[in-house]
């Protein structure tokens, strides 16, 4: 039963969710309750009477953070108002003044990521930072074990999918690499979900969501989520989280909660739709090539059965239009995206209901040397439905 007050009197209405509640204070009944309020600011746990101040806590919040809590099996979840805000806190709360940091990040990672690390941790912060590459398509695993070995990193940050070759992580290896050496492991799960892996059960520190993707996945809000199971972790990101104020808002939590209800049904749908979709794609004649971990031919294809027990393989594919040269292969991208409109749009996120793509060239300009490349985010239409538009694209 959800409480309310009138001005008069407590009433109760028989909700069956939590309602947003927008309130920016929350009032606290004595000065005993304010203390043991203040006093329990960093648990996850809360008593209904022991609310201060939304930036700080939010009873709509930490309901959705609690939903999560169940799809992700963690002890704890932290909503932020972005995934890069929840990026911002899991590497901050390892970050301590007067020691010496240095932290290992995978290179394929998210663009904004990157950037972050540059601008933030590197130009700012003056942390020390490696970059592990891949050959091509895979890891070279053992050159990751001497890396590890010689530079000894405080931190190991990689993400399970990466984007856009779709590198599908030894995740397992790799945690089990870094933790021999005394390093933390954060992951960035966006692209895989809870579904497909669950790296706290398999000994993560930490777990990153942009759960502006496929947790909350009708492309209308951005927030962020943070997992674990270590308890001083959740406190430092809680008080890390309320000191920057990037605190997700009540009305975005409700609805990412309401949303994450169809999580799974939409998710696997949405995975079973991009296997089909792939497998006609590495079909056609106007295609050179196509990136999809469930494809045999993509290179991490086996690491990707061995991790995601071939619950699913993601529901992103990346391919190339074909062409004799740079300019017609820029054509046949731009004929291709003007065939598919308006069943498929170009739209920069991914995770949508909606099948939506992205130019790669006008993305990563010339890094991945495809200037046909198109980056595609399947959505959860009727299989045929999205079949019949690409054929109509691709002729
Ligand atoms: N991680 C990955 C893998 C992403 O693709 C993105 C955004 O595209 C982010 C993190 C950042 O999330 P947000 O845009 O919600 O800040």
New binding site residues.
């Given amino acids: 039963l959800i409480t309310f007050t009138t001005n008069m009197e407590k009433k109760e209405i028989n909700s069956v969710r939590t309602p947003v509640y927008r309130d920016a204070g929350f009032e606290l009944s004595s000065a005993d309750i304010t203390s043991a309020a203040f006093a329990a600011e960093t648990d996850h746990e809360r008593e209904p009477d022991q609310y201060i101040y939304s930036r700080y806590r939010n009873p709509t919040v930490v309901s959705a953070e609690e939903a999560i809590m169940k799809t992700e099996g963690s002890q704890w979840a932290l909503l932020a108002q972005?995934?890069?805000?929840v990026?911002d806190i899991a590497l901050s709360v390892f970050q301590e003044t007067g020691k010496k940091s240095r932290w290992l990040f995978f290179s394929e990672?998210?663009g904004?990521?990157l950037s972050y690390i540059s601008s933030v941790l590197e130009k700012r912060r003056g942390i020390k930072v490696d970059f592990f590459t891949p050959e091509g398509d895979i890891y070279d695993y053992d050159l990751l074990a001497k890396t590890i070995a010689q530079i000894k990193p405080d931190l190991v940050y990689f993400?399970t999918i990466s984007?856009p070759l779709l590198i599908v992580a030894d995740g397992r290896r790799i945690i089990r690499e870094a933790q021999k050496h005394g390093a933390k492991v954060i992951i960035?799960n966006?692209?895989a979900t809870s579904l497909l892996w669950k790296p706290l059960d398999d000994g993560a520190d930490l777990v990153?969501h942009?759960?502006?993707?496929y947790l909350s996945g009708h492309g209308n809000l951005?927030?962020?989520v943070l997992c674990g199971n270590d308890r001083s972790l959740m406190q430092k990101a809680i008080e890390y989280r309320k000191y920057v104020g990037h605190m997700l808002s009540p009305d975005d939590a409700y609805r990412l909660q309401t949303q994450l209800a169809s999580f799974e049904l939409r998710f696997t749908r949405q995975c079973e739709n991009a296997s089909r979709l792939a497998a006609m794609l590495q079909k056609s004649p106007h295609i050179e090539g196509v990136l999809y971990p469930g494809l045999e031919t993509h290179g991490t294809h086996t690491t990707a059965l061995e991790l995601l027990g071939g619950k699913g393989y993601g529901a992103m594919i990346t391919f190339d239009l074909a062409g004799k040269t740079a300019e017609e292969k820029r054509a046949r991208r731009d004929r291709f995206i003007a065939g598919v409109y308006p069943e498929i749009r170009l739209i920069p996120?991914?995770g949508d209901f909606h099948t939506i793509l992205m130019p790669g060239e006008a993305v990563w300009g010339t890094k991945y040397h495809e200037p046909g490349m198109i980056r595609m985010s399947v959505g959860f239409e009727p299989g045929e439905e999205i079949e019949s538009v690409i054929s109509r694209g691709l002729k």
């Fill in positions: 972005s995934g890069m805000a990026i990672i998210y904004g990521t993400e984007n960035d966006t692209f990153i942009s759960a502006t993707k951005t927030a962020g996120t991914l």
